[in-house]
Structure formats: C-alpha cells, structure tokens
C-alpha cells in the first residue's frame, strides 16, 4: 500500500529539495560561456565566497556572481580555484580552452591618413585613448553582465572578432569587434542593462564613441556612431534605443562596431549572442 503525505509533509520535502540543490550547485561555481580564446565567462557560486583565476583574485558579487575572460590569443590552460564561506580549503579545478582561427580582412580605399596618422593628431589620439582607458577601468557592483545579451543592431555580420585587417596593403593589429553594417541612422539599442561611462561624438579612430559599463569589469564599446541619445552616467534598460549607426572615424561604410571587455582584456561579442 502506497504511503500518504499530507501537505504540510510535501511542502517540507519540497523545501529539503530546494536547499539540497541549492547546496549541491553553489558549492562548486557553475559556469556559463564557451571555453575558448575570446571568451567572456560567468560564474555563480555560494554567497561570500572567494574566486582565483590563475591565482588572481576575482571580484564576486556579495549573492555570488563573478566574471573573468580569455583574449584573442589567450593560452590554452589556465586554473580556477575557490573557498566557500567559513571554509579554509581552497579548492581548484584546471579549465582548458579551444585554439580558434582567425582570418584575414583586405580592405583597400582607407584614407592615408588613417592608415598612418600625421604627427600632428597623435596628441588627440592619445587623448582619446585615455578616455577609453579610463572608462574601461570603471567598477561597478552591479550585475547587469549576468543577463542574456542581445544583438545592439541589424543588418549583415561584415567583421569579426580576431580577423587581422591590411589597411591598403599595410598590415595592422586584429580586429576586436563584431561589424554589423547598415545604413547611417540605423537604430543602435543596449545588448544588456548598464551605465553609461562614455559617450564622445568624436574621436579620431572611432568616430562616435560609447562605452557601456554592466558591472563588474564588464564593458561594451560602440563605435562608428552618427548620433549618440545618452549622457555620461546615465543607467540604461536592455533594449533601449542609445545611438544610431554611422560612418564616423575610420571606415569604409556605416556599420556598428561593438567589442566586449573585461577591464583591459578584448572579448568576442559573438560568443555572447545568437547571430542571424
């Protein structure tokens, strides 16, 4: 004969359910994103604790959440270590990631002088420079990276992430960004929740500058813009409309160039979104 349980049995059994597997899930960090070169990972673990990548500690949120990323050329092994709150062991476990291909963009018609920009404006590139730099380095303790981004704009995938682009026959560094061109005065929205830390109409190389902090190191770029609808500051819904497509800076045509990073590192937007 089946046994019977009143409601208030199944309730408490519900509730052991619960705890057991919140135990059993945070106890070692779950993560999310693909292990490879390029790629922006986030982690949920018990609250309180510590996290080490390669011996470097991370930032973790006080309900658990952290995020670390692997660059362009990244190396194939590295370790995550970790402690639980009022524990003194630390444990860790190796991670290794997948090597990627990168391919090769010839683009010929770049203006000279972006190609090899006179002396004269290299004071104002630097400046700009700093700005990014200094936007890249804002923390904030919000935990807006955790959400599913979304692609900031439509229209056809013309460059990738790590593709080495030859400026007029002259080889220059990769490229760190997902181009999605269209036409000027396409509607650029934000991929994820964030503060805007950045927002420049015009900057040497990228024209149209914006830069969208979501929390903990984690940053999208936006470059190339007509117009920009946002201030320095100001916090930002995913979805919401933030600028417009152009062809401002060095270009060949309006497109969007978003890049993805965590603090000083170049991560692949690609690998956080369901391309088209």
Not at 139 to 155: E, H, N, R, Y
Request: net charge positive; with cysteine; aromatic share 10%.
């Amino acid at each position: 004969m089946a046994k019977m349980y009143n409601s208030s049995s199944l309730k408490w059994c519900m509730g052991l359910i619960v705890l057991l597997f919140s135990v059993v899930t945070f106890a070692n960090p779950v993560l999310l994103g693909k292990l490879t070169q390029g790629s922006l990972i986030r982690g949920q673990i018990a609250p309180h604790s510590q996290v080490k990548l390669d011996g470097e500690a991370l930032k973790v949120a006080p309900s658990g959440e952290f995020a670390f990323g692997f660059g362009r050329d990244a190396s194939l092994t590295h370790t995550l270590s970790w402690r639980l709150p009022n524990t003194t062991d630390w444990v860790s476990k190796t991670l290794t990631l997948t090597k990627r291909a990168y391919k090769l963009d010839n683009i010929e018609g770049v203006a000279q002088k972006y190609v090899s920009p006179p002396p004269e404006v290299l004071s104002r590139i630097r400046k700009d420079n700093q700005a990014i730099a200094a936007a890249r380095r804002s923390f904030t303790d919000s935990v807006f990276f955790m959400q599913d981004f979304i692609l900031p704009a439509q229209g056809r995938i013309s460059g990738v992430y790590g593709s080495q682009r030859i400026f007029n026959s002259v080889p220059k560094r990769p490229h760190f960004g997902l181009d999605i061109a269209n036409k000027t005065g396409s509607p650029v929205v934000a991929p994820a929740s964030g503060i805007v830390r950045l927002a420049h109409k015009d900057m040497y190389y990228s024209g149209g500058t914006l830069i969208l902090d979501h929390g903990y190191g984690i940053s999208s770029t936006f470059i190339h813009l007509s117009k920009i609808y946002v201030s320095e500051g100001q916090e930002i819904n995913q979805g919401e409309l933030i600028a417009e497509i152009g062809a401002t800076g060095r270009v060949t045509g309006p497109h969007l160039d978003w890049r993805i990073n965590w603090f000083k590192e170049r991560l692949d937007p690609a690998l956080l979104v369901d391309l088209p």
